[in-house]
């Protein structure tokens, strides 16, 4: 007697499943392989995977309520990113296009404080309406989990008010939240950093009622690791996770300050040393690395023979034979990555970093999902998880990462629901 499901997707020319080797993020040569099961289908019941297979077998185990014949196409898991900063107001446009023509431009800290006064310029509606825009841009290209971060306030009030409309928010994207109080230091204290410190520290009871995780940027533009480690003592005691910005634009250490702190991640890697990278690689800690940002700050070169300042591709060698838990994210903010897709970020990985397709998916689904503390929840079609997936205008995984720049995905579904298609989200499913 076939068992009754809610929903059987069959009849794909592969079900990408991303279920891992072993249990964990996908590491170092693990990566090169993903599981792709042909004409694979899986049931769903209550929102979840109940069983994964090839159509023939799950047609003839179940009796679906509802059917989804993927037509001879692509079925993967939806993609987490694991590192956005999506709410503020501004466009820098003009300032990256004084960096492209190679005249004088902001820094990164001097571009996180024009993006700190546009945002204390926009009202509340002007600021959800354009997360909101950013987030159905997500969604419709097959991101259904999101990290986002406040740091476009550095005072109290501006603060929380990011992480409050924060929490406002209502979308199909489950998003979780993190304060950033520790982005940058803002330039009314440029020479008393110590009293930015105390601030955030004092901050902290009120962001911990809206965010459950606490980011602290270690970098030449931002914070030291001295003054570092006295924000991680105060994060932890008020119970915050901890996720850094280390590294990004020189090494300073903050890759083994962050993973002696037993974080969830650490961000950026750019200039991480020898010493960080090992202590990175015997934690569980993840790595997360961007190639859209790598990309757009037009400091790189691609390819291996490239000169300084970056060789991308030495470099990320250098991670993945670490066996360091790396994932992918968009760093979707208005400065230094305004990306919102990660079938982009898979694009761009596999051309500046020359990663395979199947490390590409690895990194953007299953190792994503870990990178948001969900790895147990979504991030593959296997049994138990969310069914979070996505349906592809192509037949094989490797299309999706071949192609550049159009959004292949067709149907993007949470849940066992249909919320985005052919690029649009579908209203009403928040
Ligand atoms: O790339 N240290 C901060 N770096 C941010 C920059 C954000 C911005 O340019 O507004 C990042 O994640
Ligand atoms: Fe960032």
Known sequence: MPESIDLLVHNTSELMTARPPRPGPVRRHDLDSIEIIPDGAAAIRDGKFVAVGTSAELRARYRPARELDAGGHLVTPAFSDPHTHLIHGGSRHAEWESKVLEQPSPGIDGGIRSTITATADASDDDLLEHAAGILDDMLASGTTAIETKSGYGLNRDAELRLLSLAADIRHPITISSTFLGAHTVPERLRDDRGAYISEI????????????????????????????????????????????????????????????????????????????????????????IFPAANMHLLDVTPGRDSHPPRNLVAWADRLIDSGAA???????????????????????????????????????????????????????????????????RAEAHGQVVHRLGSNLASGVYIRGALVASDGRRIEGNE
């Not at 634009?249 to 991480?272: K, M, S």
């Open 201 to 288: 520290i004092e901050m902290l009871p009120a962001a911990r009622r809206l965010a459950d995780t606490c980011d602290i940027a270690i970098d030449p533009v931002s914070f030291t690791p001295e003054e570092g480690r006295r924000l991680i003592a105060a994060a932890v005691e008020h119970g915050f996770r901890l996720r850094f910005h280390a590294d990004q634009t020189a090494d300073i250490g903050g890759t083994g300050v962050a993973v002696e702190a037993g974080a969830l991640t650490v961000d950026h890697l750019d200039f991480v040393s020898d010493a960080g990278l090992r202590s990175l690689a015997d934690s569980p800690t993840l790595g997360v």
């Open 326 to 392: 790396l994932a992918l994210s968009t760093d979707y903010n208005p400065g230094t990555a305004p990306c919102t897709s990660m079938q982009l970020v898979m694009q761009l990985a596999a051309r500046l970093y020359r990663i395979s397709f199947a490390a590409a998916w690895n990194l953007s689904t299953l190792n994503a999902a870990h990178a948001i503390g969900a790895g147990d929840s979504r991030g593959s079609i296997e049994v138990g998880k969310d069914a979070d997936f996505v349906l592809w």
